[in-house]
């Protein structure tokens, strides 16, 4: 396993236009994040799975952004009707939940420019 | 409201001086702290955890300390190396849990020189 990865590394999409990315997890890891960054700024926390079950999201996370964990494996997040302001770095992460207090370990991101 | 301020201005030092970089926090009580590297155009590695309960951690050049009294985090990279030129960004996780979900502080740029 090579780590977390995220497809696609970049993304140009028209405004109102619909994206989705996708996460592979590492494998054994049961818990995955989504956090935006935009220039400048540290990560924002957007949702989070454990498993399949998707227990948190943010108040960032408007009704437009979806995210699924199917199969408590791969991730999809979603953006509907994209907007300008929706441009920034999604960073997916994964870690174990079995390892009491650990670190996230992120992917490269998908770099989303709605023009 | 919850608030986590890094040094906002690049932090410019010579090789082989010592890195200081400081994550403050207010309206926060959180069970741990991390801290993170970030290169341009690539997600944060981690580097080190520290509990509430720990005043000190150390790997190899790197140090940190966690004072919940001043609500202040101090990260220090020894014997600095021009790789190390990077952001550094801290990252807290709340008593309440949250499924050790992250809150990011703004990220301190370093530059280490020749």
């Known amino acids: 396993d090579t780590g977390v990865s995220q497809d696609p590394r970049h993304k140009i999409t028209k405004r109102g236009q619909n994206v989705t990315f996708r996460c592979d997890p590492i494998?054994?890891?049961?818990?995955l994040y989504w956090y935006r960054q935009t220039l400048g700024q540290g990560p924002e926390f957007l949702t989070y799975?454990?498993?399949?079950?998707?227990?948190?999201k943010s108040r960032l996370l408007s009704d437009r952004f979806s995210a699924e964990r199917p199969k408590g494996s791969f991730s999809t997040l979603e953006i509907q009707r994209t907007e300008q302001g929706d441009s920034a770095m999604y960073l997916c992460?994964?870690?174990?939940?079995?390892?009491?207090?650990?670190?996230?370990?992120f992917g490269q991101g998908t770099r989303l420019t709605v023009v | 409201s919850q608030k986590i301020e890094q040094n906002s201005e690049a932090l410019n030092i010579q090789e082989g001086k010592t890195a200081t970089l400081t994550c403050n926090y207010t309206?926060?009580?959180?069970?741990?702290l991390q801290w993170y590297r970030q290169d341009p155009g690539r997600g944060p590695v981690f580097l080190l955890l520290?509990?509430?309960?720990?005043k000190e951690k150390r790997k190899e050049r790197l140090k940190v300390t966690f004072d919940t009294t001043l609500k202040q985090s101090l990260f220090h990279i020894t014997a600095s190396q021009p790789a190390d030129s990077a952001t550094y960004l801290c990252?807290?996780?709340?008593?309440?849990?949250?499924?050790?979900?992250?809150?990011f502080g703004t990220g301190t740029q370093l530059k280490v020189e020749l």
């Open positions: 520290i509990r509430e309960n720990e």
């Open positions: 309206n926060y009580s959180p069970a741990y």
């Open positions: 992460a994964s870690s174990s939940l079995g390892q009491g207090l650990t670190e996230a370990f």
């Open positions: 799975f454990q498993n399949e079950a998707q227990l948190e």
């Open positions: 494998s054994e890891h049961n818990r």
């Open positions: 990252a807290l996780v709340g008593v309440t849990g949250g499924g050790n979900k992250l809150t």
